[in-house]
């Protein structure tokens, strides 16, 4: 056995085989609708809930430290949870099966954005899944809360975060570094001497760290200096710093990216920006598949179909290349460090407060989706989110409360519930 399957607990049963894991991480990226929030309920869903491939400290304890982590949590989590159970090649198939079927569907979508300038029959299409998706969010949050809030101090973390993120637009970092550091000076010590020890050398981290950052660099310096298009550059560096210094997710990236890309390179308008986003949102994979749709219609100009293509798959290539760097280089450190009584302290807080985080895109989720048009307020140092009540969309409403029942009630298969979904949407916005 491998340095990197022996981080499979031993407690569980023996990991399925690579073919069953292969079955169930392409059904997740088939159905991660909805952004982070319900992608990581539908994670947890299959993953814990069904298949009890991960234990639900395992998977808190991963989606913690993916947290911390740049870039799009979901797909990071995604990845650890297929490295947990077959190491690299299932890290590698898990990670990309989250992001291809969504890769695929932006890429046709912005192909016909750019030729014809619309896509509502999109819209039309994920009226109702996006409905089923927010009772997903919902029951995940239920689930995590309950299992990952653990005693008053958890609560009051949980707390603070939701109110630090959604209403005081705190740095998400920030409010991870607090609760990580509360978590750490009020740990307990630890009095089990059986510790656990890490699984890989420091050489072999050095390694992969190097092979990685190989893997994501060469291609990028090849564009530049065979390719004769400086757009591919461009588009290479910017979404590789994008890669590195965007911490919180896709919700905080959006607002950097769409501010250098419309206003410093001019590659699309703000309009264009926004129907990227909408997208993004209503189509599988993670919300940062928004980059490209910004790639390849910024080459798209420059060159037509063809450079619009190099220029979706260089900014896919540095987006996602980067992601599988983290989760290699630092996943088989996760349970020696879950195990180490301040630093467990402080990872324990960090879950709570991504409680309040989950909660706040919870919300965010839910007011867009209900509601058509959302302001927000600046009232001193609070920022209030204002849905426009005349805007909410009844259409979503019915089918919300019926994925609620089909799903919370009935106990309806995940599947049944996004295709009854799916058929509802698509009648309600042909009728009306």
Known sequence: MTAETMAIDQKNLEPPSFHTAFLVFLKIGVLSFGGPAAQIALMHRFLVDEQRWLTEKQFLNALSFCMLLPGPEAMQLATYAGWRLHGTKGGLMAGLLFVLPGAVVIFTLAALYAHFGDVSLVSSLFLGIK??????????LLKVSK??????????????????????????????????LFGFLTASPKTDENRVAVSVSWQKTVWQIAVWL???????????????????????????????????????????????????????????????????????????????????????????????????????WVTFVPCFLWIFAGAPYLDWISDQPGLSGGLSAITAAVVGVILNLSIWF???????????????????????????????????????????????????????AALGGLLLATIF
């Not at 089923?132 to 995940?140: K, M, R, W």
């Not at 607002?255 to 909408?278: K, R």
């Not at 989110?385 to 005349?390: C, E, F, I, L």
Request: overall charge negative.
């Open 147 to 180: 299992r990952a809030l653990d005693g008053p101090a958890h609560w009051i973390i949980a707390g603070l975060s939701f109110v630090g993120i959604f209403f005081l637009a705190l740095p998400f970092p920030l409010i991870v570094f607090l609760a990580g």
């Open 131 to 140: 409905a089923a998706v927010l009772i997903i969010v919902v029951e995940a």
């Open 214 to 316: 190989v893997i994501w660099w060469v291609p990028v310096f090849a564009v530049g200096a065979f390719s004769g298009a400086p757009i591919l550059t461009e588009i290479g560096t910017f979404f590789s710093k994008l890669a590195v210094v965007t911490f919180g997710g896709a919700y905080a990236v959006l607002a950097y990216m769409a501010q250098d890309v419309v206003s410093q390179f001019g590659w699309l308008t703000a309009g264009e920006m926004m129907d990227g986003l909408g997208l993004a949102e209503t189509t599988p994979g993670p919300l940062i598949l928004v980059t490209q749709f910004v790639g390849f219609l910024a080459s798209f100009r420059e060159g037509g179909f063809w450079l619009g293509a190099a220029g979706a798959a260089v900014t896919l």
């Open 366 to 420: 839910g007011l867009h989706v209900l509601f058509q048009s959302v302001t927000v307020q600046t009232v001193g140092p609070l920022k209030i989110w204002q849905p426009d009540v005349t805007s909410l969309d009844w259409r979503v409403v019915i089918l919300t409360l019926l994925c609620g029942f089909l799903l919370l009630r009935l106990r309806w298969n995940i599947l049944w519930v996004l295709l009854c």
